[in-house]
């Protein structure tokens, strides 16, 4: 199934989605009238939240504007309902005039009471108007609605209102044509309707599907008749990508693509069930009471369950069959909107890629705080640790490896390497994502979860010993130490060992000489433990080679997280070991 066909079907599944022609925008006040076309009141519908946030209210569908002038239907800002706005421009008249030349031709003939008192309201206004009492600052840039004094039905959800837009729209219809989504003959869409709410894209909204240069159009036709879309088609797809985009339950920022996600299934609480699975898989879902927490907590459980290898059959057999799964990562392109990916299949094959992910990426001792996000792993990737740092072709690209259950980007290890280099810490996270690299795409037996002893891996070796003499120089020195060997060389060790294991050996002896007056006992551990790992380098050849390859140097940092950890657990308890704990 098609991109543009999956959501369209998923428009036709949302409980509570908007008819045909109709959008859901945010309305913050409403101007009553009076028959005569006076101004009764005007009604505040904004919310009691901090931000006083507009409510969101079906009304006729939002034009499409980008340079031109085209004022909505029944409802618009103030800049053209009133021709009032809080800063200065000069589009302002002509926007009020546009408005109120559109509605006066519509509303002609109107004999419905409440279209008669707005023709009446428009013929009568003037800004000047905008006075207080009943005008005040606050209204300006927001959307306005009307409805009559007499009644509380607002203006355009008047049978006679819906009757009028049925026939504006029917005024610019295209003559039918074959859909590409669905197959019927219907107008085409010359312009499909904004898509909103993708992280980095325009905050009016941008397209998906667009032509608006000659060098995009074939055999001569414009716009959207190079790509014939049914105008029912498009307001299906955009709705429902507006309706994810807007809801933290279907979506997740994945370094700059916007990804979203839900599942198709003929029994709806199977798909509600799959989409609150993959929300928490990803970190996507925010509960807002106890009873979300707990049932957030026991998909974790299940989860758990899943990467220790039981079938998802076993642990969740309603969604192991049946369920079909999209996950789709936009990223913004100028005024256009670009597909990172898009995958589908069934659940219970995202479920597997998801397990495979989480084997990928176990180490043992865990993260400080648990099993973290993807994002967090991501923020690991970062310069100051910052999300918005996150390179965003490296996210976009492993988000769709761990879902399509294909080998991780290259760049993941790079970058990641890259990160240890500059600042020199080798922690869980990063530790976790150079292994799961090793592991996928280099089917690495030298990537282990937990620390191995017994591994000659000439890099997974160098990052063990290299972590030993810096245990031995903190040993020795304490807390007077204002930079680690890690600080300082761990850059060259890692990636041209040759050039600085000498002098670290020749420094580790000299630290264990000082140890020995005061610490014997743990003084022979640490050299025991210094030579233990050294007599795994293969000494008939190039014990420090002259550089490490990027594998290789994945391992170093393995092997150092996996033995600096160690250190912090392992140190014998016959001496003081407060000097040597971090």
Same mark, same amino acid.
């Given at each position: 199934m098609s991109l543009l066909a999956a959501l369209v079907r998923a428009h036709d599944r949302l409980p509570d989605a908007p008819p045909f022609g109709y959008s859901?925008?945010?309305i913050g006040f409403c101007v009553v009238l009076n028959p005569d076309g006076s101004v %009764?009141? !005007? @009604?505040?519908?904004?919310?009691?939240?901090?931000?006083?946030?507009?409510?969101? $209210?079906? @009304?006729?569908?939002?034009? &499409?504007?980008? !340079?031109? +002038?085209?004022?909505? @239907?029944?409802?618009?800002?103030?800049?053209? @309902?009133l021709g009032i706005t809080s800063g200065l421009s000069k589009r302002t008249s002509e926007e009020h005039a546009a408005f109120k030349a &559109?509605?006066?031709?519509?509303?002609?003939?109107?004999?419905?009471?409440?279209?008669? %008192?707005?023709?009446?309201?428009?013929e009568g206004w003037t800004p000047e108007r905008f006075a207080a009492p009943i005008w005040h600052d606050d209204v300006r840039d927001q959307n306005l609605v009307f409805r009559l004094s007499s009644e509380f039905t607002f203006l355009h959800d008047r049978p006679a209102a819906r009757e009028l837009w049925r026939k504006i729209g029917a005024e610019g219809a295209s003559d039918p044509q074959i859909c590409l989504v669905t197959g019927d003959a219907a107008p085409v869409a010359r312009l499909h309707p904004s898509i909103k709410g993708v992280w980095g /894209? =325009? #905050? #009016?909204?941008? #397209?998906?599907? #667009?032509?608006?240069?000659d060098a995009f159009t074939s055999y001569g036709h414009e716009q959207g008749d190079n790509a014939p879309v049914s105008e029912a088609a498009a307001f299906a797809y955009t709705t429902a990508l507006n309706r994810y985009l807007a809801d933290p339950n279907h979506r997740i920022q994945i370094g700059d693509a916007s990804t979203i996600f839900w599942a198709d299934c003929a029994d709806q609480a199977a798909a509600e069930k799959a989409d609150k699975w993959v929300a928490v898989m990803f970190g996507a879902r925010t509960h807002a009471g106890d009873d979300e927490a707990i049932e957030e907590g026991k998909i974790r459980?299940?989860?758990?369950? $899943?990467?220790?290898?039981?079938?998802?059959? =076993? +642990?969740a057999p309603e969604l192991a069959q049946g369920v079909r799964f999209h996950v789709l990562g936009l990223a913004p392109n100028a005024a256009r909107l670009s597909v990172r990916f898009w995958w589908e299949n069934d659940f219970g094959t995202l479920a597997e890629n998801y397990r495979r992910y989480l084997t990928d990426i176990a180490i043992e001792p865990p993260p400080r705080d648990g099993w973290p996000p993807l994002w967090r792993y991501l923020t690991e990737l970062a310069v100051l640790g910052k999300r918005e740092n996150v390179p965003p072709l490296v996210a976009g690209d492993w988000m769709r490896a761990i879902v399509t259950g294909t080998p991780y980007p290259l760049t993941l290890m790079s970058t990641a390497l890259m990160r240890i280099r500059a600042d020199g810490e080798v922690n869980a996270l990063r530790a976790a994502i150079l292994k799961s690299v090793l592991i996928r795409n280099f089917n690495s037996r030298e990537a282990p979860v937990a620390l191995d002893p017994t591994s000659k891996d000439i890099g997974y070796v160098l990052g063990r010993l290299f972590a /030993?003499?810096?245990? !031995? =120089?903190?040993?020795?020195?304490g807390k007077n130490v204002n930079a680690t060997i890690r600080d300082k060389f761990y850059g060259s060790a890692s990636s041209t060992p040759s050039r600085v294991f000498g002098s670290l050996a020749a420094n580790a002896f000299n630290h264990l000489s000082k140890i020995r007056k005061e610490k014997p006992a743990f003084a022979h551990y640490l050299q025991d433990e210094i030579e233990k790992i050294a007599n795994l380098l293969d000494v008939s050849g190039e014990p420090f080679p002259a550089s490490l390859p990027p594998t290789a140097q994945a391992?170093?940092?393995?092997?150092?997280y996996h033995q600096a950890s160690l250190r912090k657990t392992s140190a014998p308890q016959t001496e003081s070991v407060s000097e040597v704990t971090e």
């Open positions: 859901s925008e945010k %009764a009141e !005007v @009604v505040d519908l904004r919310g009691d939240d901090k931000k006083r946030s507009p409510r969101m $209210m079906l @009304v006729p569908q939002a034009k &499409k504007r980008t !340079v031109g +002038i085209d004022p909505n @239907v029944l409802w618009d800002k103030t800049a053209y @309902v &559109k509605h006066l031709d519509w509303l002609t003939d109107a004999t419905d009471e409440g279209l008669a %008192a707005l023709r009446l309201f428009l /894209a =325009q #905050s #009016s909204g941008a #397209s998906l599907i #667009s032509f608006n240069l459980d299940k989860l758990l369950l $899943m990467r220790d290898g039981k079938p998802l059959a =076993q +642990i /030993a003499y810096e245990n !031995v =120089q903190k040993t020795a020195l391992k170093f940092a393995l092997g150092y």
